[in-house]
């Protein structure tokens, strides 16, 4: 039952509008049809409350239907029922008939109680929907009323029922209660074709066009009232108007929708508007997202901004704008008239100082006001270097924020400082203008369609993926990047980034984070994902030097001397190429190798993200009889396909031996099979193939996420930051090394294959060349290198910075280790001691697990004569950096026994003669595989001193020697049986040796004056390693 002071239903012929509170928004409403009038209030799921009259607009149908009903409330010639009115409802309850299915999943993201959630409704583009959005609203005098009240519920009397009923969860509609004892309700009497009481009809049928008196409520109507109601507003054509009930409900939800759909004033300016990424990606993003949200209840302002007069920015900006393409399934015709409305909302502006961004701002304003538009919000796109933002965020926070009830998106492009401090001083300028969810970081390969589907896919298919996604099974993981042109005409800015902050320290390190983090309970959540981003980018084991290999093609430096004026043999140190070796330390990926690779002037231009699987498969049969989808032999493995290379185009490639993976049907369909093609060694038909059903590119996708304020394709802040901490350690240890050279193209040949071990990487052909001063007097800078052979002394010269120096040597000894094993089923090593082999030990504990320890045994090349536990022991140090860090048996540890009967190195112990013995018992013919040395600052090695009387020739094997600083006492291995070893490796490290180094290179064998010019293995090898500063100064 209807309450007493609840409003009647103001009934037009054939069109009852119900003026009751039920909805928050008015039928009608003037203005643009992609827009809502500004007005006070809040907003509710459901439209608008406490606002005035006039609200979000309400479309019924299109206009000329509206129109010729209304006018049967103005033209008594034609009466309900007649030819014109007949006309007018049937094209509309055919409409309806035909399209109410569509209608319905339309309203079924509309408007739900207050507080529901509606973001991941679908929508729907059907003829009606669409009309909704895109066609001017009819004003009042085309209904033939004006409406007071804050909301009206809206039905239409037609004479069948709807083809589905109406769902009950969506906007709350107050249906009436039909009386107790007649079964119908006041409403019902209209609806049911029963005739009005006098007192209801005092103003006639209907509203007169342009009235806007206040509607009384009518008194209640009692049961005997009703009967007599029906003969007067019967409408003779429409029997059953109660059964129409449901219609009036679907109505009232497309209303909901509209309420919601029209959001306002979007303003984008672009700044940086008549630039190479503007012109090339920016303006048909801009373009793109018009077409798609145009239509949507969305008016749009577009503003091109520059430094650039306005005259010639004009131009510009019209030749860019003319450019602009639509998608290939709109026809020319259509695409010219859609490019005209773009261009005709888009203007060029010149900003340059405060005053400019306050005459935009102003200029905004009354636009919206002007066409009585709401502002829903601003987007400034910072398509400038990132030296201008701060004064250009200063200039947008005092004079050109919106208002109060509009958003505010600032969005920036890289790079985001050079290095952790810089990044950190540019994040901290920006946070002072703007808050966090204002800014949105850009990095496009996050639009790529391959790479935006990383996690939906991981989400799809957990079930499959659960199992399989973690160290047990994952072989490694490579993210590659690779491209066929050159720097020439970026080397200035290459010049200050290089490969790894350019591509490697964004890119390929936000995909390594997508495959490597914690997938989320809820995947669509933009909060959650960028959380477990973060954790990932903590998970991150720290690099190093060996954790890089470094490139640059050849002519690289002479591109850099043309364009940036340096001086004729300047050599540049920037890499063009880089490939990084990164862990992961957490229980899922421990121990498994992510390999990030990028570089310029290659042999392909091909992107993509793969996932090998370990493979413990044994086939009997021979290759030819492996089949895709059926044998275990094949490699198994996930691609992430970015685009180019053989493919040509974005694409997820899953092995046909692991699963049939899920894909959203309506946006990625199955590759039709492509003969000859070849991925990764392996025909197109061994793998489950899927690619997009329309390719669209990253710029016009993550604008898109702009405007709707989705999070989860940017860096925040803290990512950010914590992808620079993790990269900027090995930034700075890699400032002054020389990358390695090659030609570009094909002829690249295989000089830039790279394998890992352990924890370090290494070129697989060794470089013949080696880095050494130019001619001149003044020290050497990195420009005045030259290459020339790698040899000291007559014998092989490694010389690289100290970490990757020690990393190659440790790769070596492991080398060397593996061989002999191979070999003998041993390996003996003779280690020195002192401060350099220090971060040897460390290295040798930590990233190289594959050593055969437990067939290693390790000797001692001198010690000092304290006891064992004395922290001057070179034994107490291999004790704390290495040996308590690896599995060797204890057994197979050797020290020098210079602490025998509580006394220290007395020749009546006899203690040398005791290691001589268990050297010729234990080492076939004394020789060790490998005996490591160092070189003192007078030329001493071991513990063998110039001028020493004992040591240097003869038949002893270990002998007693005096040191000239404390702790005097010594034992040491003597030259005789060092050169008996099969690998003799010198370590020379820090500017301390430079003048000795120098001075040996110069003298041939004296071991009387410098001990170590005695060394030279008998039949074995030695080799030099010397870091830069030992080398050169």
Known sequence: MLDSGEKPATRLPGLLLDTTTSLGHSCVSQGSPYDAQQRPGRETGCGWEGGPATSPPLLLQNAADLKELGTRSEAPSAPPGTARSQGAWSRLRLRLRLELPALSRCCARA???????????????????????????????????????????????????????????????????????????????????????????????????????????????????????????????????????????????????????????????????????????????????????????????????????????????????????????????????????????????????????????????????????????????????????????????????????????????????????????????????FQEEEMYRVDHYLGKQAVAQILPFRDQNRKALDGLWNRHHVERVEVVLKETLDAEGRTSFYEEYGVIRDVLQNHLTEILTLVAMELPRDASSSTAVLQHKLQAFRALRGLRRGSAVLGQYQAYSEQVRRELHKPDGFQSLTPTFAGILVHVDNLRWEGVPFILMSGKALDERVGYVRVLFKNRAFCAQSEKQWVGDRSRCLPQQIVFYIGHGELGSPAVLVSRTLFRPTLPAGSWKELEARPGLQLFGHPLSDFYAYGPVREQDAYSTLISHIFRGRKDSFITTENLLASWVFWTPLLEGLAHEAPRLYPGGAENGHLLDFEFRGSELAFCLQQPEQLVPGPGSAPPRPSDFQVLQATYRDSPLVSAWPEELIAKLADDIEAAAAKAVQRFGQFHLALSGGSSPVALFQQLAAGHYGFPWAHTHLWLVDERCVPPWDPESNFQGLQTHLLRHVWVPHYNVHPMPVHLRQRLCAEEDRGAQAYAEEISALVTNGSFDLVLLGMGTDGHTASLFPQSPTGLDGEQLVVLTESPVKPHHRMSLSLPLINRARKVAVLVMGKLKRDITLLVSRVGRQPKKWPISGVLPDSGQLVWYMDYEAFLG
């Open 111 to 433: 408007c739900t109680l207050p507080g529901a959630s509606r973001a991941r409704a679908p929508r729907t583009r059907g003829p009606l929907c669409a009309r909704a959005r895109a066609q001017k609203p009819p004003r009042c005098e085309a209904l033939g009323a004006a409406l007071p009240g804050r909301g009206r519920a809206v039905g239409l009397n037609l004479a069948s029922r709807p083809p589905h009923p109406p769902p009950r969860s969506l906007c709350p509609v107050p249906l009436v209660k039909p009386d107790r004892a007649s079964g119908a309700g006041p409403r019902d009497a209209h609806l049911s074709g029963q005739p009005r009481p006098a007192e209801d009809d005092a103003r006639g049928p209907g509203l007169s066009p342009g009235s806007s008196a206040p509607l009384n409520a009518p008194p209640r109507r009692s049961a005997e009232q009703r009967p007599a109601l029906t003969a007067k507003t019967k409408h003779p054509g429409h029997p059953g108007f109660r059964k129409m009930l449901p219609v009036a409900v679907w109505v009232a939800l497309l209303g909901c929708l509209q309420a919601q759909e029209l959001q306002g004033h979007v303003s984008i300016i672009l700044l940086g508007a008549t630039g190479d990424l503007a012109k090339k990606y920016l303006w048909q993003g801009l373009f793109q997202l018009y077409l798609d949200e145009a239509g949507k209840g969305h008016h749009f302002s577009f503003h091109g901004a520059a430094l650039t007069a306005p005259e010639q920015g004009q131009g510009v900006l019209a030749k860019v704008l003319e450019s602009l393409s639509c998608p290939k399934d709109v026809a020319p015709d259509r695409c010219a008239e859609l490019k005209g409305q773009f261009q005709r909302l888009s203007q060029y502006r010149q900003l340059k100082t405060p005053e400019d961004y306050l005459a935009l701002s102003k200029d905004i304003e009354a636009l919206v006001q002007r066409e009585g538009l709401r502002e829903a919000g601003r987007i400034f796109y910072f398509s400038v270097p990132p030296f201008a933002y701060a004064d250009i965020a200063r200039s947008i926070n005092s004079s050109c924020r919106p208002g109060p009830d509009a958003w505010l998106r600032v969005v920036l492009e890289k790079p985001f400082g050079h290095d952790y401090l810089s990044a950190q001083q540019l994040a901290e300028e920006l946070g002072s203008f």
